[in-house]
């Protein structure tokens, strides 16, 4: 990047002064991203949403490797998203809009993309008291669910496999957790998949899917209905049907 002393600056005319004024905001963008790929960001501060991007991109290209371990990415993504500033203006834009819009009472969950890139997507939830997302999986992905405002409450469940001569799967509860602001959840492809995700106050959540989705892995993606009552006695086991499209 080019520096400049004050006698250049005192130098400049008008326009060329307001020139170097108007790219300032992404002079500084593109160097908080620079200085997060470089490491030059400290391990515990709070960062911004531009440095939170190439941190989770760092994380996410990794999947391409032989060594990838779905795990490890989802403990190195966890840590970076534990230190996103909530209160960042990029965000507080999209929370405040979905807030005060037309979002609420609406009768939906309302939802919207924040950042899609190769490795990665980027989306955002809001749930108003009530309101449901149904048991579902999300094939060959790994995902990272954000708590960004409110309460959520997410039941996790790992497919044990189909019944044999029957039109069912067995599931084994992985766990239920009520997240509040900054507290996270996190499934793998293969532990955690089939979650459900429910709301008794208005909430938002970021979630954070690597790979994204593509139109191969949304179609592969399903909804369960799940029993209430454990299968044959089997304690955290519950049986499941896949609801008709």
Known sequence: MDTYDRRQVMKLSLPGFLGIALSLPSLIASATRA????????????????AFLSL???????????HWNEETYLKQA??????LN??????????????????????????????RQKNFEISFLQFEKGEV?????HPSMTGLLLCAAGKIKTENYSLIGK????????????????????????????????HRVSANELAQIIDIFAPPYNKQRAADSSYFTVDEEIFQGQ???????????
């Open 35 to 50: 200085n997060a790929c470089l490491g030059r960001i400290p391990s515990e501060a709070t960062i911004n949403w531009d």
């Open 56 to 66: 989770i991109e760092k994380e996410a290209a990794q999947q391409h490797l032989d």
């Open 78 to 83: 966890s840590a970076i998203a534990s230190r």
């Open 86 to 115: 909530l209160n960042d203006p990029h965000l507080l834009a999209v929370f405040n809009r979905y807030k005060e819009g037309p979002g609420i009472g609406n009768g939906r969950i309302d939802f919207g993309k924040l950042e």
């Open 133 to 137: 997302i149904p048991h579902h999986d």
């Open 163 to 194: 019944r044999e001569q029957k039109d069912s799967y067995l599931l084994k509860h992985s766990n239920t957790t009520v997240l509040e602001k900054g507290k996270i959840a996190t499934l793998t492809s293969k532990e955690r998949n089939i």
């Open 235 to 245: 304690a955290g086991i519950y049986e499941a049907t896949v609801k008709s499209p």
